[in-house]
């Protein structure tokens, strides 16, 4: 915990700095008889972030704040291997929207979450695979006209198309 | 007696069809959300908002209005039947309510937190009506200072009423507010903060995106990490003889129901508090009036009134900075902001001059609302008592999902999806060593009104500061925010001085 409470402090005072060094792209000085110009907003308010940061470091050293006296494990092995599962097969599933749509990836998700982290039977997991696409194929697409992105998969969709819009 | 005609023109929008339909399922799928363990009211709002581009904006405030109701109710289900809080709102049920499953009193447990959170939300909703519109009549006269002191004013709150770790609140607001102004510069229309040179910064960061994130994928990953043990869930029976008994039982309960409705109701007025510390204060002093003091903590049904009566008073509370000054008082009602810009209405007191059906129907629901919550809670508890057995391993999966297509369907970018969940990671690492979330998403939806404001003051001033302090109305609220920024750093040189001279060898 302590470990990790200060290697998060470092990392959002780097953020920070790299904020204010974008910020300078527009100007950050007062324009007289106008205020602030575009970059001052977000200048000002990453250099306070920047301070925050200082002043969670500070804290550390002086083990003021909770997690830094913390001798606890920020994650135990166990919770550290279902966060890498659960965010990791959600990072390849949103990578994989890109390549075959939201209506293969979404339910492989699905099947992965429910039969190897949930150990549910595969009637249980086939019935809700199947049932998320469809319900949300009619709700987004044909209720609400928003497409959903479909990648290599659109061509499946023409002859559904035809027939509900 | 204006007041009465607009709330009787509220009710027929309230009634309309579609309106009544959707508060009656708003009510059922709040309670849902509120029941499971980990969900609350804002991460329902957050993931549904953009299923609400179906309906009107009428009708989506409505609906999410009647989410926000239901949540509140169905939180003490989970704290009473599992000891898990169904939501943060409902810590302080768990206390007594739990005690109360173990004797094989839940069903009472239930039928007093159902009756308490009516009679909260009852209270408030009338002291909603009466005070909204004078409150909105005088915000009429504000400029772009007092808005601007107000916005200040609310994250102040934060600050000298949050009572986290100051540095790290104090840094949630500066992130959200920083990450709001990222896109168009609002005056020289200049793009800003493009990182990378990405097309998808330039229409800015959508605090959808943010609070799906942090409320949806955060919270998940939370709770999938909190939820690993096994739970026990409590036997409740509930017959039409037992309900009828467990009314009559609630006869002694009625001060603390008041006490708690009056406190909940004022407490959510202001930013920073909201439901979950009001039910907690409520708790506590429901305790200390209590002539038996000793047995809370072990079942007394007045520990299950207080902050039951004082959630539901609480959420309403919230909703009339949000409608009348365009400041939320709660993440939840932040979230509620942000959708009004979203559907095209501009928050503040205008509001009530130019969108009269909107604010009344939105009010006139919570009537509705309060009672369909009643009515659906305790006329279905068997059904909330299976829901709780659902295992999480089939209830994580959907959420995610939702959560994906919500993220990308209000702006359709898969470029936001990628933030979305970036956002949800790192918010989750953050959550884990104390950052407060809540501050960031509240920046968020107000960042660019008070950016706005700020600078549409000074140029109307020439560049003179001193304009925000000189206005009676938002000098005052100005002296006040600084007030409560500082407020904590007077304590911690307060404890410095004092540490020094225990230090001192006398």
């Known amino acids: 915990m302590r470990v990790a409470e200060l290697v998060m402090a470092i990392a959002m005072a780097v953020f920070s700095l790299l904020l204010m060094w974008k910020s300078t792209e527009l100007p950050i000085g007062w324009i007289p008889g106008e205020g602030p110009g575009g970059g001052a907003f977000p200048f000002w308010l990453s250099a306070a972030m920047l301070l925050c940061c200082i002043a969670i470091i500070v804290r550390w050293v002086l083990r003021a704040s909770p997690p830094s006296r913390s001798t606890e494990a920020y994650m135990d092995p166990q919770a550290l291997k279902l966060f890498a599962l659960v965010a990791g097969s959600l990072t390849v599933m949103v990578g994989l929207i890109h390549i075959i749509g939201v209506y293969i990836s979404l339910p492989l998700f699905m099947i992965f979450y429910m039969r190897v982290l949930g150990g549910h039977s595969w009637k249980t997991v086939g019935g809700i695979a199947t049932a998320t696409p469809v319900v949300s194929f009619f709700f987004f697409e044909i209720a609400l006209k928003i497409e959903l992105p479909k990648g290599m998969t659109e061509p499946l969709f023409y002859p559904l198309y035809d027939i509900f819009m | ?506």
């Open chain 2, 1 to 506: 007696m204006e007041i009465f005609a607009h709330l009787a023109d509220g009710f027929l929008i309230a009634f309309e069809p579609l309106n009544l339909g959707l508060v009656v399922f708003g009510c059922a799928v709040g309670l849902f959300i509120g029941a499971m363990p980990g969900l609350g009211s804002v991460n329902g709002v957050a993931i549904l908002l953009p299923m609400t581009f179906l309906v009107p904006p009428t009708s989506a405030i409505i609906f999410l209005g009647a989410i926000y109701y239901g949540a509140m109710y169905g939180g003490a289900i989970s704290s009473i039947m599992l000891g898990i809080p169904g939501a943060s709102t409902a810590v302080a049920t768990t206390f007594d309510g739990r005690p109360m499953a173990m004797q094989g009193r839940a069903d009472e447990a239930l039928i007093a937190a159902a009756v308490a959170s009516f009679v909260g939300g009852s209270i408030s909703i009338v002291l909603f009506t009466l005070f909204a519109p004078p409150l909105a009549e005088v915000a009429l006269a504000f400029g772009p200072p007092e808005e601007f002191a107000l916005m200040v004013l609310a994250f102040a709150t934060f600050i000298g009423l949050g009572g986290d770790d100051i540095p790290k609140t104090f840094f949630s607001i500066c992130i959200g507010l920083v990450m709001s102004a990222v896109g168009l510069d609002i005056v020289s229309g200049e793009p800003r903060l493009i990182f990378g040179d990405l097309p998808g910064f330039f229409h800015g960061i959508n605090f959808l995106v943010l609070a799906i994130g942090i409320y949806g994928i955060g919270e998940m990953l939370w709770t999938v990490e909190i939820s690993k043990g096994e739970v026990m869930v409590s036997q409740a029976t509930v017959t039409l003889a037992r309900v009828v008994a467990g009314l009559k039982n609630l006869k002694g309960t009625i001060k603390t129901m008041l006490m708690g409705s009056f406190l909940g109701y004022f407490v959510g007025i202001l930013p920073a508090a909201g439901a979950t510390p009001g039910s907690l204060m409520a708790y506590g002093i429901a305790k200390t009036i209590s002539k038996d003091p000793d047995s809370f903590g072990k079942g007394n049904v007045d520990g299950v009134v207080a902050p039951e009566s004082a959630n539901n008073a609480a959420s309403t509370g919230s909703m009339l900075p949000m409608l009348t000054l365009g400041i939320p008082g709660s993440p939840t009602t932040a979230i509620l902001l942000g959708g009004m810009v979203i559907w095209g209405l501009e928050p503040g007191p205008l509001l009530f001059v130019n969108h009269a059906d909107f604010v009344w129907g939105l009010i006139a629901s919570l009537y509705a609302a309060n009672l369909f919550a009643l009515l659906i809670n305790i006329g279905f508890i068997p059904v909330f008592i299976w829901v709780l057995r659902l295992p999480f391993t089939i209830l994580a999966p959907l959420i995610f999902g939702l959560c994906v297509i919500g993220g990308y369907a209000p702006t359709r970018s898969m470029h936001d999806l990628w933030l979305m969940l970036i956002f949800g990671v790192v918010g989750y690492l953050m959550r884990k060593l104390d950052y407060p979330m809540a501050p960031a998403v509240l920046a968020i939806v107000l960042g660019p009104l008070a950016e706005r404001s700020m600078r549409q003051t000074l140029i109307g001033s020439h560049g003179d500061i001193t304009e925000f302090f000189v206005r009676p109305i938002s000098g005052t609220i100005m002296v006040v925010a600084l007030i409560l920024i500082f407020l904590p750093l007077v304590n911690v040189l307060r404890n410095m001085v004092r540490h020094r001279i225990s230090k001192t060898p006398l």
